[in-house]
Structures are given as structure tokens and as C-alpha cells.
């Protein structure tokens, strides 16, 4: 009886631990597959912030160019020039 007790008792032994195995393999590659669907997310968003930031330094040089034309006009223009884009800036202001 001791012996059949011991049999069962081992093959209970190895096939809980093979069992164990088992699972923790499935959750490691569980883990792995998370891992790797991050890393595929995150590529995919890289190049979707370099496009923005392809966009955003495109505007900003546009920006530029374009203040930089106004400071020059505004350094040629006319004191009544000047004059009447304060009293236009003033109501603008006002309305607000």
C-alpha cells in the first residue's frame, strides 16, 4: 500500500511540476508578445512625432520669414502708417 501511496505521490509530483513548467513558459511568452506590441506601438508613434515635428519646424520657418517681413515694413513705413496700426491694434484690443 506504501508503494502505491509513493507512486502516485511521485507521478502527482512530476506532472504538477511539468504543469508548472508549462504555465510559466505561457506566461512568459504572454509577457514577451505585451513586450512586443509595445515595441510596435511605440515605432509607430516615433513616426508619427518626427511627421509632426516635420510639420511644426516647416510652420515655425514660415512664421519667421513672415515676422520678419513685417519688422522690415514696419521699419520703412510712414509715421501716419504707424500710426494708424496702433489706433487699429487700440480698437482691436478694446473690443475684446
Not at 28 to 39: D, F, R
Request: net charge positive.
Amino acid at each position: 500500500m506504501q508503494w502505491l501511496i509513493g507512486q502516485a505521490a511521485r507521478w502527482i509530483v512530476r506532472h504538477l511540476l511539468s504543469f508548472l513548467i508549462i504555465v510559466a513558459i505561457l506566461v512568459i511568452g504572454k509577457l514577451a508578445y505585451l513586450e512586443y506590441e509595445n515595441h510596435l506601438s511605440l515605432r509607430q508613434d516615433l513616426g508619427m512625432l518626427q511627421a509632426a515635428k516635420a510639420k511644426i519646424e516647416e510652420r515655425r520657418m514660415s512664421v519667421g520669414s513672415e515676422l520678419s517681413d513685417r519688422i522690415r515694413n514696419l521699419k520703412t513705413a510712414s509715421l501716419e502708417q504707424l500710426d494708424y496700426r496702433i489706433q487699429t491694434i487700440d480698437r482691436d484690443l478694446k473690443g475684446k
